[in-house]
Nanobody, 126 residues
């Protein structure tokens, strides 16, 4: 069965850190680009970060550049999103996604991703 399972979302105070997890079942990471996206109430889905299938290239949205870090463990097919210096505007449901593509490229455009997880809620509030 093919699926992505996200976890790690919770309520945190501004300035704190949080790590999100995305485990792929039925997919092998070296053949997929990985993307993290988020969607806040009343807003469109936003690209947060991505990593190429080769693991060489990463990209970040302007709003998270320098605060968030994407990584992966090929052995366990798990992707991570380390989020530091969290702000209230980071509050959203966070999704991971896979794009069936091989190479040193990735995009923050949600439309090209093939497989999506169910999302995990991150709330940043004092």
């Amino acid at each position: 069965q093919s699926q992505l399972v996200e976890s790690g979302g919770r309520l945190v105070a501004p300035g704190e850190s949080l790590r999100l997890y995305c485990t792929a079942i039925g997919h092998t990471f070296p053949y997929y680009a990985i993307g993290w996206f988020r969607q806040a109430p009343g807003k469109e889905r936003e690209g947060v970060s991505c990593m190429s299938s080769t693991g060489v290239v990463t990209n970040y949205g302007d709003s998270v550049q320098g605060r968030f870090t994407i990584s992966r463990d090929v052995g366990t097919n798990t992707a991570y999103l380390q989020m530091d210096g969290l702000k209230p505007e980071d509050t959203a449901v966070y999704y991971c996604a896979l794009q069936d593509t091989y190479g040193s490229h990735c995009t923050l455009s949600a439309s090209v991703y093939d497989v999506w997880g169910q999302g995990t809620q991150v709330t940043v509030s004092s």
